[in-house]
Every structure is written in structure tokens, then in C-alpha cells.
């Protein structure tokens, strides 16, 4: 049969995110897929050079529009780090808590992306209405409801509002109420195992070699999260487990993404009830004077989809001297694609892609 | 995992009878979150137009616009922000910069406008705008704009515990009352190299102290120094305005604190101890400045008086190359500076440590030479080019009444004990007066007393015309008075000395004060007559007020010589008095009687001096 070259995206239904594949495809067969990014890029590492430390924080959450928390988390982090900031207790609860928000919200808009590409248009919907109550609550916690600019280095922006815990417990009883039917019309749909059973398979050696982490990872089975490895905020507080399966396919993939919003839930109700009093803020230097001691500090933090890391660089100056993110999406997006590609159907790309959660803007920045 | 199934998802039919969740906008709306960040509020009446905001901004959406409208006061800009909603991310990093609290995000974002110009705005807010902010009944969300926005609803706001500044100062160690009373001990102890880094760390160089300031200083410049460690480049920018740091930097009354931005919702920064810091780490300003005169011009100034405005006004011209002669009848350099204030507020080493640097450029001093009695003023005239009068109010003024003639008058006292001599004092001191002299003479009593009978009971009281919300004195010398056991007795006026049979003071006879100013805020006091009271004491200093003695000036020049009517010497914009080449400055010139305004006088005046004698 005629080998194609095939151009899936950016302009193309299936897609989503200004990203693109080039594949070679023998009828509906993918022989090789290239991986063509590139047109998100805004210069954000640069760009961060040449601001201070403080006007860099309204800005590191757009790297990822999906999940901007994580961002925020791990240049707050890199930043108290280097300049050596104290973080209070209450903060690092409130911290784990938003993040734990952050994770179950972004996970129902990519359940949202994944659903609506296989054609689950219900469930899509469902998710995306859940995604919204989330975003209602860091509306009332932060100001905003996409960006929310809210963890800043010494702690966060302001403390929960009054009668807040009881909110974030309501909100995510009604969504944990719409557990079974969500299972029943997706997750146990025969439909949706025929759709992503055995699709995409990636094995835990060649999800190791090539940098895969998160989903992509702990689908092979392999408990790897760095909330666990390597604890940061108050993930040591409380106990929690990592959800894993074995089959390292689409399936697993989103079998790992609905255990993991579950283990959120019950994460929040056991930080909610041990959160302690207190500050929730210890005073950063002015920002108009504020240097930070010469000195580099790499940081990693769990995000929604994959190890998230940050290597930070400072000469002693009122800015960054260089910013590097190490996204999830990266070697997801990149190398992993790729790969799992290889032998699928045409009709499977977005469907693959989704399961390996790329988000775009993380691999451009 | 459960059994897959092909029937399970059927069970979602139920959601086909349920109510939709969407909401049909915009006939139904959703209310924003109490913190939501939307556009822009300002409220004008608190905003000084410092600028913070727009430092800030990431995105330069924020640029300042001039108002001319607005009176600039000391404090306070005529600029307010102007916003760019194509550029703003609304992070709100704009409210928690904002010193004053003025600005603050509001809960509405809809913008729906045929102009695109309307997309940059410069907000205000309900309180001083109605005409874009209505009430909720006539406001509809169908034209809602930036022109068109809702009263009372404010969003996100600015919280002191979030602020990015800093609003409390680095606390100035000081000797408690209890131990400084006992002596003559400096008071302020001045911050080491870490608390002033600190302190200098909370200015957010927003420049509205310079404008305050009578002469300019650039102040965040060398606070900036200050905090990259750099005290040496702090020196040469204080140096640029004000030649006398350490005298400046104990007793300025800095009118640039009560200007700065940080003041509105915390306390301002401390700008004269850091000022003080600067030159009291420095010991050798010489090496330090590296300052070189200009080539000589061949011409000689002659400057009568050695007090702040003398020193600076020889500084700036010896810096232009003229040689300068400086005439005081004191035995060292300050002037009223030097006899004035007592030495646990200024200690006399400070002040010679700035008279000795001006003096290292090649100013002369002839001290102990008095205008008038020395020299005659004439001789001046026809030896020098030019010739600047900054003599200050050196004469005590008493209150008249019967018997004051047997009081004391504030600066024959104050003087008198910067000598070995010290007066000898009673054991019971009366002070009249309400102002920082009269706070300087009840606390100098105050230790003198504690020296002279250590161990026994002694009391000082002040009475002032003026109640506690009208004491001239400042808010920090009444307090610290207080501290150390002086007694108030605030609107109570002297009537009359009360004598001994042998003539000594027994007391003061006074009386209630009824107001002290007339309708016009003209100094008029009044009185109750019938309500006296008598303060009993031994000893009554009088510190009610200072005026200037003119005598070494002859009564023909005296006559060309224009006054204001506050009684003060008339000076053109170049500092010169009616009388040709005759340059004045200081206490005689202006109604703000301190050291800061006298150096901007003198600033002025030598350039005056040097336009004049090079044109």
C-alpha cells in the first residue's frame, strides 16, 4: 500500500493545543510520527530574566494553562530555596490543599478533552460542569478562576475566606456523588475499554528510558510520584496512596487519572481536618529591592500530569539569571508520543495523545 | 474497577428529567466571588499619586498621569493611574503595593463598548465618581462597561498583612527614660550596619519625600546605598544637597517622613537615622568624598552666622571657587545648632565633625568674632564681593508678664549650660512654653536636676498656651518629655510671677486659655479670667519664642532693607535681600524655622551669590 505523509494539526479537530504531528501512515496504519511543536512558543524562560523576583509570579502560571497551581508551587519553591524563605504551617496546608484542588480540577478538564474526543459527549459534559464548581472555589479563595495567582514565595496570597472548609467539603461531595455515574457510563463502559484497551501501550522500561512520569508511568504499575519520593508542602502530613495499574495502555492511563482524583478527595478531607491556625504569610523583602543571595536550586513537584520541575539560577540580582522548567509534557508530548504511536490507528492519534496528557504550552513555554 | 458493561451507561438517561445546569446568561447571572479580581477601583482621595502601582506592574499596564487639577501637597502627587486593559493580567499586584490603600480591584469584567479607546481608563471610584458607578437598581449588565459600572462592589482589596511593603519600621534603640534622665547621655543609640540595611530595605523609592523635602535631597539614592551596603556612595549623595549629614541626621525635622508613602498605613520610613546612619559610619568624609574646590575665582564671600545655613551656604561656594570667610560669635561652628539643642540630642562631636569637613575644602572660620562689636558690618560690605546673613532667631523673647524679669530666658540657658558653667538649679522648675525649645529646656532642667540632687524629689512642669492637640512641640518630644516625668499643663496662660518676701520665685500665677487663635489662625490668645491656678516653683525659664537681632546691621542700610509682613527679610528668587549684594537665608528669610530649610536657602543663596558676582 502508497505510504502518506500526514499533517494532524494544529488545525485539526482531534488535536488539541497549538500542536502538531507529522505522520507517515500506510492506509490507517501509523508507521512513524514526528512530533512538531513549536507554535506556542512565547519566551517565557527568557522572558522571566528580565523581571524581578515578584513581577515573575503572575507570570509563571500561564507556562501551563491547564494547570497553572503547580507552576506557581514550584517557583515558590525555588525561590524560598534560594533566598532561604520560611514557609508557615498553615500555608503549606492551605498550599497542599489548593494543589490537591488544582489536580482534581485539572484532571476533570482533561477527562473533559478525553471524553469529548472519544465521543462521550455526556460525560465530557459532566466534567467540565465539575471542573467549574472547582474553579468557583479558587474564584472565592484567590480572586481569579483560570489564573489564580495565589502561592507566592513566604506562603499565599490570603487566607482561607470564612466558612471556606465547608465549601470545598460540599463542593466536593456533590462532585464524589456523581462517582457511580460517571463509572457506570464511562469508566465501566465496555465502549470506552474498546476504545482504549491495548491502544497506546507504553512499557514501564520504555516509559523510564524515555522520561515518562505521572500517569504514563504509574499506569505500568510502577508507584512513582514525587509527592511520595520526595514530599514538599504538607503531602508527609497526611497519609495517602499511590494508585497504580498494570497495563501501561489508554485505558489504564485514565483508570490511574480517576483513582488519583478520588485519593485527592480523601487527601483534602485529611488535610482539611488537620490544618493548624496561624500565619499564613511571612513577609517577603520589598520587591523593588529584592536580590537573592547568588546560588542555583533545582525543585520538582508532582503536577496533574508528571514530574514538574524547576532548575532556577541566581547571580546575586534583582532577577532570575535563568529559568528552566522541566514540564511532564516534554518527554510525554515528544519522545513518548511518538513512540506509542507507532502501529496505531489514525482514528486512535487524539485519543493517544489526550491519554498521555500533553498539553501543549508546557512543551513550548 | 467494576464489570465493564454496554448497558451500564443507560443509566444516564435519568439526567435527561433533571434541570439543566447551565445558566441562560445573561437572563440568569452568577454573582463574582467577594475577592474576585476585576477591573479597577482607585479612590482619589486617599491615592498621592506615588507610583508604586505602576513600578509593579508586570505588564506595564499602569502608567501615571498628570492631573493638574490635583494641588500637589508634601505627600502628595498630582498623578494618578491610568490602566491599559489590553496589557492588565489583573494579578493585583498593583493592590498590594499600593501604600495607601487606594487601589483595589472591583467584582465586575464585563466590558461592552462600541469605542475602543474606552479599553484604557483611569479608574476612580464610587466615592468620588458617580456617573460611572451606579446603584445596583439603575446599573444593567447589558451595558456594562468601563463606563458603566456597579456602586458598592468591590472585589479584591488590599490586606496590611499581604502588602508587599513592609509597614513597620525597624525600632531605633534608645536609652529608656528611666537611665537617660540621669545624664546627658545620647539618647538614640543609632542603627548598626544590619538594622539599617533593613530599614532601608522598606523604601519604595517612590520619591515622594524629595519633593518634601525643602532641599531636595535624593534621598532614595542614598537610601538605595545604604542598602547595597554602600554607605561611602550614600555619603557623596547626601552631600550633593546637604553638607551637614551628621547634624541633619539627629535633628532634621524631616519633613520627608511625614510625606513618605509608607506613613498612610504603617510607619514612614526612617529617613533621618538612616541619614544619621550614613554619616556616623563614615569616619573620614574627606577620603571618602574625594570633593576637589573649582579653580578659584578670585572672589571672597563673607558669611555671617556658622549655623546650618552658614556651613552649607560656605560648602556650596567653596565648591564654586570662592573663598569664604565665616563669622560667628560663637567659640565653634552651628550656630543656634551648637546653643540650642542639649547634648543627648546632639552631641557637640557631631556637629564639629561636619564643621571640620567644610573647613577641610578651605573655608575660613573666624569664631568668637561678632558682626557689630569685632568688625563692623560695613567693613564686610566693602571687603567682599558678596555677603550672605544667616544668623537664625538668637534672642529669646519673655513673656512680659509681672515679675519676668526674675525668669530665665530658654537660650541664655541652654547656652549657658553647654559651658562648664552649668546653671544651678532648684529643685522645682517651672518652663512656659509649648515647643521643641521649651521641651529641650524642661528635659535639660529635668537632668540637671537628677545631677545637682541626685536621690531627691524634683519636678518640672511646663505650661503652655496651646492644649495637647495645638503643643508646637513635636509629637516625639512631647512624648519622650512625658517618658521621663515632665509635667504638662496645656492651655493654661502665665499671669504673673508669684514672689517671697525676699524676692525670690515661690510660683506662677496662671490662667485658663479660652483659644489661643483668632478666627483667622492669627496667634491671639484669649482668656478665662476667673479661672487661675498656681504653680508652684523656684524657678521659671521662659521658652516661648525666638526672634533675630539685627543691631550689627547700621540703621542706614537697615532702612533699605525690605521685611514681609510676617516680619520677615524680604528675598528676591536668587536669595538676595533688597540691599545689593546681600544674600540671606534661613530663620530671618522663612517661616519654617529649621535646619533643612535654612540649607535649602543657603542652596539657593550661593547660587544666587555665584550668578550674581559672575554676571
Given amino acids: 500500500m502508497r505510504e502518506l505523509e500526514l499533517y494532524f494539526g494544529p488545525q485539526h479537530l482531534g488535536m488539541v493545543g497549538n500542536f502538531s504531528i507529522t505522520l507517515q501512515v500506510e492506509g490507517d496504519r501509523i508507521l512513524k510520527a514526528t512530533a512538531n511543536p513549536g507554535y506556542l512558543h512565547r519566551g517565557f524562560e527568557k522572558l522571566m530574566e528580565g523581571r524581578s523576583w515578584i513581577k515573575n509570579f503572575p507570570m509563571v502560571c500561564r507556562i501551563n494553562v491547564i494547570e497553572p497551581d503547580s507552576m506557581e508551587m514550584v517557583y515558590s519553591m525555588a525561590v524560598e530555596k534560594l533566598a532561604g524563605l520560611e514557609v508557615p504551617e498553615r500555608a503549606q496546608f492551605i498550599r497542599t490543599i489548593y494543589l490537591e484542588l488544582a489536580r482534581v480540577g485539572s484532571h476533570l478538564f482533561g477527562l473533559w478533552a478525553y471524553a469529548s474526543m472519544l465521543g462521550f459527549d455526556t460525560v465530557a459534559q459532566w466534567a467540565m460542569y465539575h471542573r467549574d464548581l472547582i474553579l468557583d472555589l479558587f474564584e472565592e479563595l484567590t480572586g481569579g478562576r483560570v489564573y489564580h495567582i495565589y502561592i507566592w514565595p513566604g506562603g499565599v496570597r490570603r487566607d482561607f475566606p470564612d466558612g471556606f472548609k465547608d465549601r470545598i467539603v460540599k463542593t466536593l461531595h456533590s462532585i464524589g456523588g456523581c462517582v457511580p455515574d460517571y463509572d457506570s457510563t464511562f469508566f465501566n463502559n465496555r465502549l470506552f475499554y474498546e476504545r482504549a484497551g491495548n491502544i497506546g501501550k507504553v512499557s514501564r522500561a520504555e516509559a523510564l528510558e524515555m522520561g515518562g512520569t505521572g500517569q504514563v508511568l504509574r499506569a505500568t504499575g510502577m508507584p512513582y510520584d514525587i509527592r511520595r519520593i520526595e514530599p514538599y508542602a504538607a503531602y508527609d502530613k497526611v497519609p495517602w496512596n499511590v494508585p497504580t495499574r498494570e497495563d501501561g495502555d489508554a485505558f489504564s492511563r485514565i483508570w490511574v487519572v480517576r483513582d488519583e482524583m478520588i485519593e485527592s478527595v480523601h487527601m483534602i478531607f485529611k488535610l482539611l481536618d488537620e490544618m493548624p491556625g496561624g500565619e499564613v504569610y511571612n513577609r517577603i523583602p520589598n520587591p523593588f529591592k529584592w536580590r537573592i543571595p547568588k546560588g542555583e536550586a533545582y525543585v520538582r513537584c508532582e503536577s496533574s500530569r508528571g514530574e514538574l520541575g524547576l532548575y532556577l539560577v541566581s547571580n546575586g540580582g534583582k532577577n532570575p539569571y535563568r529559568v528552566h522548567f522541566r514540564t511532564p509534557s516534554y518527554p510525554h508530548g515528544l519522545t513518548v508520543l511518538e513512540k506509542a504511536l507507532v502501529g496505531a490507528n489514525i482514528s486512535d492519534v487524539g485519543n493517544i495523545m489526550i491519554s498521555l496528557y500533553v498539553v501543549a504550552p508546557e512543551i513550548d513555554r | 474497577m467494576g464489570k465493564l458493561s454496554l448497558f451500564g451507561p443507560f443509566s444516564a438517561i435519568k439526567f435527561l428529567f433533571r434541570k439543566p445546569k447551565t445558566l441562560r446568561f445573561p437572563f440568569e447571572q452568577k454573582e463574582t466571588a467577594v475577592r474576585y479580581r476585576g477591573f479597577h477601583l482607585n479612590d482619589w482621595n486617599t491615592c498621592t499619586g506615588c507610583g508604586n502601582c505602576a513600578d509593579i506592574c508586570p505588564n506595564e499596564a499602569i502608567i501615571m498621569e498628570e492631573h493638574p487639577e490635583i494641588e500637589t501637597t508634601p505627600g502628595e502627587k498630582n498623578e494618578r493611574p491610568r490602566l491599559d486593559y489590553g496589557r492588565c493580567c489583573f494579578c493585583g499586584l498593583c493592590v498590594d503595593i499600593c501604600p495607601a490603600g487606594s487601589l483595589r480591584l472591583s467584582r465586575d469584567y464585563l466590558h461592552i463598548h462600541f469605542d475602543n479607546a474606552t479599553f484604557t481608563v483611569t479608574p476612580g471610584d464610587d466615592s468620588t465618581d458617580d456617573k460611572v458607578f451606579l446603584p445596583e437598581d439603575q446599573y444593567s449588565i447589558l451595558k456594562a462597561s468601563l463606563v458603566h459600572r456597579r456602586k458598592d462592589y468591590d472585589g479584591f482589596s488590599p490586606d496590611i498583612n499581604f502588602s508587599l511593603f513592609d509597614p513597620d519600621r525597624v525600632q531605633m534603640p534608645e536609652i529608656p527614660p528611666s537611665e537617660r534622665k540621669m545624664s546627658f547621655i545620647e539618647q538614640i543609640t543609632g542603627y548598626n550596619h544590619e538594622e539599617a540595611v533593613r530599614e532601608a530595605e522598606r523604601c519604595l523609592e517612590c520619591g515622594l519625600c524629595e519633593d518634601a523635602c525643602p532641599a531636595h535631597m535624593k534621598i532614595s539614592d542614598y537610601i538605595g546605598a545604604i542598602y547595597d551596603g554602600r554607605p561611602d556612595e550614600s555619603l557623596r549623595k547626601i552631600y550633593e544637597d546637604n553638607p551637614i549629614p551628621s547634624i541633619c541626621g539627629r535633628l532634621c525635622m524631616k519633613h520627608c ?40 575665582t578670585g572672589r571672597k564671600v563673607a558669611i555671617v552666622g556658622a549655623g546650618p545655613g552658614g556651613l552649607s551656604s560656605a560648602y556650596f561656594l567653596r565648591l564654586m571657587g570662592y573663598d569664604v570667610v565665616v563669622f560667628d560669635e560663637l567659640s565653634g561652628g552651628g550656630g543656634m545648632i551648637r546653643v540650642g539643642p542639649p547634648r543627648y540630642r546632639l552631641p557637640e562631636e557631631s556637629i ?55 525668669c530665665l530666658l530658654a537660650l541664655d540657658y541652654l547656652e549657658q549650660n553647654k559651658t562648664d558653667r552649668k546653671t544651678v538649679v532648684t529643685s522645682s522648675i517651672i518652663v512656659i512654653g509649648g515647643g521643641n525649645v521649651a521641651m529641650d529646656v524642661a528635659r535639660e532642667s529635668l537632668r540637671l536636676q537628677n545631677i545637682q540632687y541626685p536621690g531627691r524629689d524634683t519636678i518640672v512642669n511646663t505650661v503652655s498656651l496651646e492644649d495637647w492637640d495645638e503643643l508646637p512641640a513635636t509629637e516625639e518630644e512631647i512624648n519622650e518629655a512625658r517618658e521621663e516625668g515632665i509635667i504638662f499643663n496645656p492651655a493654661w496662660g502665665p499671669r504673673e510671677v508669684l514672689l517671697d518676701e525676699s524676692g525670690n520665685i515661690r510660683g506662677l500665677l496662671c490662667m485658663k486659655v479660652k483659644s489661643v487663635f483668632d478666627d483667622e489662625g492669627r496667634f491671639s490668645p484669649t482668656f478665662y479670667e476667673d479661672r487661675n491656678m498656681v504653680i508652684e516653683g523656684t524657678m521659671i525659664i521662659e521658652a516661648i519664642g525666638q526672634g533675630p537681632d539685627f543691631s550689627f546691621i547700621p540703621k542706614k542700610l537697615m532702612e533699605k532693607i525690605e521685611f514681609t509682613e510676617r516680619r520677615k527679610i524680604r528675598v528676591d528668587e536668587n536669595g538676595m535681600t533688597t540691599l545689593p549684594g546681600v544674600f540671606a537665608g534661613g530663620d530671618i528669610v522663612n517661616i519654617n524655622l529649621d535646619a533643612v530649610t535654612a540649607i535649602a536657602d543657603a542652596k539657593i543663596a550661593s547660587e544666587g551669590i555665584n550668578t550674581w558676582l559672575s554676571g
Fill in chain 2, 257 to 296: 517622613e511625614d510625606a513618605c508613602s509608607l506613613r498612610l498605613r504603617g510607619e514612614s520610613l526612617a529617613i533621618r537615622w538612616l541619614k544619621r546612619y550614613t554619616a556616623d559610619t563614615i569616619n573620614n568624609f574627606k577620603e571618602t568624598l574625594e570633593q576637589q574646590p573649582a579653580s578659584p
Fill in chain 2, 352 to 406: 564639629d565633625k561636619d564643621v571640620a569637613y567644610i573647613a577641610s575644602l578651605g573655608v575660613e572660620f573666624r569664631f568668637n568674632t561678632r558682626i557689630g562689636r569685632d568688625m563692623e558690618f560695613e567693613e564686610l560690605l566693602a571687603e567682599y564681593d558678596a555677603v550672605y546673613i544667616g544668623i537664625g532667631n538668637t534672642v529669646s523673647r519673655s513673656t512680659g508678664v509681672q515679675n519676668s524679669e526674675k
